[in-house]
């Protein structure tokens, strides 16, 4: 069974500039993660996707971040414009449908902005 | 702000000795997962225990859950070189929040 797949791996921009990241879960899941983990720290919940509607976008910095999850399959994570602390790995993530609630995890888009 | 707290943030120990990592968080949970992360990759899930179990083994790893002292550890007897990672607890409130885990350095 094929895993998380995301793209791209590993992203430098220069601050003010936007990226995008796309995430592939797992086939079946419909919940879908974001997370963004600053190096040294654990992962931060950015936004949680139920098939194509938000479940969760609390930490989301609606500013600049932005999020979709078209036809309840792939998603994409864009930030415009980039700033200097945004620089972290920005990972995928996906569960079922049901309780218990295991996370099966991306390999990361690794973000640097200068 | 993050509700598991891993303790120790660092461990380093010899490649056949047992490893210790605790993890203590605020709120009731559903459930409480460990999961691994080598460096550069994403993470992956070790196990899960439910707020009604107290212990729970799978191959090497043993955790145990102590729901009055809001408490979890994880225990990874006879270590290798390949165990060497990040861990992370992660506790189930209906989200998944992550501690900010603890480097474990099993050396040759």
């Known amino acids: 069974e094929a895993g998380v797949a995301q793209s791209p791996r590993y992203k430098i921009i220069e601050k003010r500039q936007s990226v995008a990241f796309w995430c592939n879960p797992i086939?079946?899941?419909?919940?879908l993660y974001w997370y963004q983990q600053i190096l040294g720290q654990g992962p931060k919940l950015l936004i949680q996707?139920?098939?194509?509607?938000?479940?969760?976008d609390s930490q989301l910095p609606k500013d600049r971040f932005s999020a979709e999850r078209l036809k309840g399959v792939d998603s994409t994570l864009k930030i415009q414009p980039a700033k200097l602390e945004d620089s972290a790995v920005y990972l995928c993530?996906?569960?079922?449908?049901?309780?218990?609630?295991?996370?099966?995890f991306g390999e990361g888009s690794w973000l640097t902005v200068v | 702000s993050q509700q598991g707290e891993e303790d120790p943030q660092a461990l380093s120990i010899q490649e056949g000795e047992n490893a210790t990592m605790n993890c203590s968080y605020k709120?009731?949970?559903?459930?409480l997962q460990w999961y691994r992360q080598n460096s550069g990759r994403g993470l992956v899930h070790l196990i899960l225990?439910?707020?009604?179990?107290r212990e729970k083994h799978s191959g090497r790893l043993r955790v145990t859950l102590d729901t009055s002292k809001k408490s979890s550890s994880l225990l990874i007897t006879a270590s290798r070189a390949a165990d060497t990672a990040s861990y992370f607890c992660?506790?189930?409130?209906?989200?998944?929040?992550f501690g900010s885990g603890t480097q474990l350095t099993v050396l040759p």
């Open positions: 225990i439910r707020s009604n179990e």
């Open positions: 993530a996906s569960s079922l449908d049901r309780p218990p609630n295991t996370i099966y």
């Open positions: 992660a506790t189930d409130t209906g989200q998944l929040t």
């Open positions: 086939s079946g899941h419909a919940t």
């Open positions: 996707f139920q098939n194509n509607g938000v479940v969760d």
């Open positions: 709120t009731s949970i559903n459930n």
